[in-house]
């Protein structure tokens, strides 16, 4: 029988490998550069709209921010209760992006090439789908 979520899971192991390799001199993974990435686009926002935003649970988003954080990259402030912790980027994590960006986006290029273009485009929007799914609480 074919398995959609094991073929999607091992694809997605092997471009974050990837990944991983074009952020490694930047000290960073695929997982961490995707949430500096989030925080560039949203500005400051709490972590469970974070972790909700990148379909991530609360404790894989705290096993990324906690390097983050400790790097200077990304600033945690408030915490427990109704308010939450709040997440906002740093001068030196924008900084980050930016440098990291040239590499990302030639790893994206060579993946979308191995697929072709327009197959990429069209797994894209299938995979938007997918991750819009509703979940069950």
Do not use: Y
Not at 4 to 33: N, T, Y
Not at 49 to 58: I, K, P, Y
Request: charged residues 20%; proline residues 4%.
């Amino acid at each position: 029988k074919v398995c959609i979520v094991f073929h999607l899971r091992r694809a997605a192991r092997a471009a974050s490998q990837e990944l991983d390799r074009a952020l490694a001199p930047f000290g960073l993974l695929a997982s961490q550069f995707n949430v500096l990435c989030a925080l560039s686009s949203a500005g400051p926002c709490r972590a469970g709209n974070l972790a909700r935003h990148l379909v991530m649970d609360r404790s894989t988003l705290n096993r990324n921010l906690g390097p983050l954080g400790r790097r200077g990259l990304v600033s945690l402030a408030g915490g427990r209760g109704r308010q939450g912790l709040t997440v906002s980027l740093t001068l030196e994590g924008e900084a980050l992006v930016a440098a990291a960006s040239g590499p990302w986006q030639a790893t994206q290029q060579r993946l979308a090439a191995e697929i072709g273009e327009a197959d990429a485009g069209r797994m894209l929007t299938r995979l938007d789908r997918l991750a819009s799914l509703p979940v069950a609480l």
